[in-house]
């Protein structure tokens, strides 16, 4: 079994259990808010220099689809 190419992310929502009314098609997995693109999920990590949550605007901008994140803010 591989992995696949396209996610629903409705299917996503439901594997972490979280809710979205949203049935948008995720193209690929990013950690990098330069490298997202339309159909991106920006996945928004806190590490020890540098806080991803501070790049989600950038994401969404450069077309991420959804993002996750760990933050309440």
Do not use: C, W
Not at 24 to 39: C, H, M, P, Q, Y
């Amino acid at each position: 079994m591989g992995i696949p190419t396209e996610a629903k992310l409705s299917d996503l929502a439901k594997a972490i259990e979280k809710e979205t009314a949203d049935e948008a098609v995720l193209s690929g997995i990013v950690l990098d808010s330069r490298l997202a693109k339309a159909g991106s999920l920006f996945v928004a990590m806190q590490g020890e220099y540098v806080d991803g949550h501070d790049y989600i605007a950038s994401a969404v901008a450069n077309g991420a689809a959804a993002v996750i994140g760990t933050r309440d803010d």
